[in-house]
């Protein structure tokens, strides 16, 4: 029974060796190869990268890797260590000017983690020419039996000729050299395959998990690239045009603050969340980089107004805006900052001093005490004002209102067309536009908003305003 159970598994195990055929360019290693393949070629060529040759030795295959043995290819070379058995390195005997830099690269195969205690057959080739080193001089000019000995490689060094004697003859002959040296590394392989092939499968594992990592950072890095790609497009694309000149900047003053601004999505948000950036630059120069918002920076304006923004529909407001809703109220504004606010603070000190009430009409409502911030110390501080629409108007409100000038269209295509048109009926200075972005649900930043300064980008979170009614 026991003869027979190890009879099953010899048979079931599956040999196949692996072998690593390497050494400086011109060394002969294509013609040894072809030589054992039984292959008859005239001229060989210089390697690029690698050729695999499949072979035979008792029943167990064979594959050898023919690897480019110029300077550009050998760093290649590591890459095939952890899944080979055994090395084959030969060498061109007959060229003494490279003993040198044959020697160095030697001890580096040799010291590889992933090569030293693997067996190694060194082969001196072309003793066919004249002055060629044998064997035992290879050994002597190498320095092999020390370095071997400290890499643990079990090896042998065999001389031989790649090209057959008898040139003329059908026959391939195989050097006796060769013949010699490749059945000792087969049969040493053979015999230890067990412990070789252990150690072979842990390296390639070892190496796929590396492998694997190194993909899994680079995706991780390519996802992270293409959100921040993705974002820039989307901030791009949306809805606004930060260069956009005003075309009509003269508006008679009177018009200031009229109309109604409706913004909504182009889109409307599923699965991502929104944010809305409002921002504004100077509009008699047109190549300005955005500025601080008027919301909470200083302005050169000399006017004040309010400019309204009413979003739509009701459900979708938590989603574009940034604030949080107060639980009885149905209009919401941006102009209570944080009492940590400078601004927040300075109105305080001006506390209803120099605010006055205005009514907007849109037509169909009266905005009634919507308040126009007046901050001295700012400037003429422009308030902007977002509303929450009113559920009962949606057709009314829906329409510009009736006191902006009667060539704008209904329903203009896209918010900041709609803040740029409230801009220009006001004839502000300034212009203010809208983006309207959509990030990952997962995204922390998915409730900020950005408020652009010359050169940094401020994020603004929920906390940083305070819900208020306007009654
Ligand atoms: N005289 C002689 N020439 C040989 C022998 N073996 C190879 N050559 C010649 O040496 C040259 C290089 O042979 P290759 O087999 O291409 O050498 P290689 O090591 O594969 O070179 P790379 O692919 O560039 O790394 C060829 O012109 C061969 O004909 C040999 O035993 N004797
Ligand atoms: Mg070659």
Redesign the pocket.
């Known amino acids: 029974m026991g003869n027979c159970w190890g009879l099953f598994r010899r048979r079931n195990m599956r040999r196949h060796i692996v072998l690593i055929l390497i050494?400086?360019?011109?060394?002969?290693?294509?013609?040894?190869v072809n030589n054992l393949a039984g292959e008859k070629d005239d001229?060989?060529?210089?390697?690029v990268g690698f050729k695999a040759v499949n072979l035979i030795h008792k029943d167990t295959p064979v594959t050898i890797y023919?690897l480019?043995?110029?300077p550009q290819?050998r760093e290649i070379w590591c890459q095939y260590y952890s899944e080979v058995h055994g090395v084959i390195f030969?060498i061109?005997s007959s060229d003494f000017s490279r003993l040198d830099e044959c020697k160095t690269v030697l001890e580096e195969v040799l010291s590889h983690d992933k090569i030293s205690g693997k067996p190694v057959l060194v082969l001196a080739?072309?003793?066919?020419?004249s002055g060629a080193l044998d064997d035992i001089d290879v050994v002597e000019k190498l320095n092999i039996e020390p370095l071997v000995n400290k890499y643990r490689c079990p090896t042998l060094v065999e001389s031989y000729?790649?090209?057959p004697i008898d040139s003329k003859s059908k026959k391939i002959k195989i050097d006796p050299g060769l013949r010699k040296g490749y059945q000792w590394l087969l049969n040493y392989i053979v015999r230890r395959y067990g412990d070789i092939n252990l150690r072979v499968q842990t390296d390639i594992h070892a190496e796929l998990e590396r492998r694997k990592r190194l993909l899994n950072r680079a995706s991780n890095r390519a996802s992270q690239t293409f959100t921040a790609l993705s974002d820039d497009i989307a901030t791009q694309t949306g809805f606004e045009n930060p260069n956009f000149g005003i075309e009509n900047p003269k508006i008679e003053e009177k018009e200031l603050g009229s109309g109604l601004i409706h913004v909504k999505p182009l889109r409307k948000p599923a699965s991502v969340d929104s944010t809305i950036t409002i921002e504004s630059v100077e509009s008699d120069n047109t190549s300005a980089k955005p500025r601080l918002s008027p919301l909470f920076g200083a302005s050169n304006s000399s006017t004040s107004e309010t400019v309204r923004i009413e979003l739509e529909p009701r459900s979708e407001f938590r989603k574009l805006s940034p604030i949080i809703r107060n639980k009885d109220a149905c209009n919401i504004d941006f102009k209570n900052r944080p009492q940590s606010s400078p601004t927040y603070q300075r109105n305080n000190m001006l506390s209803g001093k120099s605010s006055q009430e205005r009514v907007i009409e849109d037509g169909n409502r009266t905005w009634n005490h919507a308040p126009t911030h007046v901050d001295t110390q700012l400037g003429g501080l422009r308030e902007i004002v977002i509303t929450e629409r009113d559920p009962g108007s949606r057709a009314a409100s829906s329409d510009i209102a009736p006191s902006c000038p009667a060539t704008l269209p209904a329903r203009p295509a896209s918010a900041s067309r709609l803040v740029r048109r409230q801009l220009e009926i006001s004839g502000h200075r300034r212009r203010l536009s809208l983006r309207y972005m959509q990030r990952n649900k997962t995204s922390p930043e998915r409730a900020s908003m950005m408020i652009y300064e010359q050169k940094i980008k401020r994020h603004m979170n929920k906390g940083d305003f305070e819900k208020t009614v306007i009654h």
């Open positions: 050494g400086l360019d011109n060394a002969g290693k294509t013609k040894t001229k060989v060529l210089p390697t023919d480019g043995g110029g290819f030969v061109d080739n072309k003793q066919d020419k000729s790649a090209t």
